[in-house]
Nanobody
């Protein structure tokens, strides 16, 4: 059973930074793609970034390129999302997700952590 637990959300002003964490239990992240998604109020959930943990290759949504950075720590079995230069439009619930390398979709999801960016 794979379990994901996000943390690090909060309320910040525009221009500030936050770092989200996603700690995985039940499996080692080295065999997974890990991703961050977000869902703003009244909107569909959208892809933010993913990383192939085996080699660290990331993929970013255009809206966050140059501002957000994903990383992983094998020792802690944790994935991080460093968010810089936050904008009010980044306000959302951020979800961590995992999928096996051979899977076509993300199989496992965390409960989400709230990020609110005030103008």
């Amino acid at each position: 059973q794979v379990q994901l637990a996000e943390s690090g959300g909060g309320l910040v002003q525009a221009g500030a930074s936050l770092r989200l964490s996603c700690t995985v239990s039940g499996r080692t992240i080295s065999n997974y793609f890990m991703g961050w998604f977000r869902q703003a109020p009244g909107k569909e959930r959208e892809f933010v970034v993913s990383i192939r943990c085996s080699d660290g290759v990331p993929s970013y949504a255009d809206s966050v390129k140059g501002r957000f950075t994903i990383s992983r720590d094998f020792a802690k079995n944790t994935v991080y999302l460093q968010m810089n230069s936050l904008k009010p439009e980044d306000t959302a619930v951020y979800f961590c997700a995992a999928r096996q390398l051979t899977a076509s979709s993300f199989d496992y999801w965390g409960q989400g952590t709230h990020v609110t960016v005030s103008s």
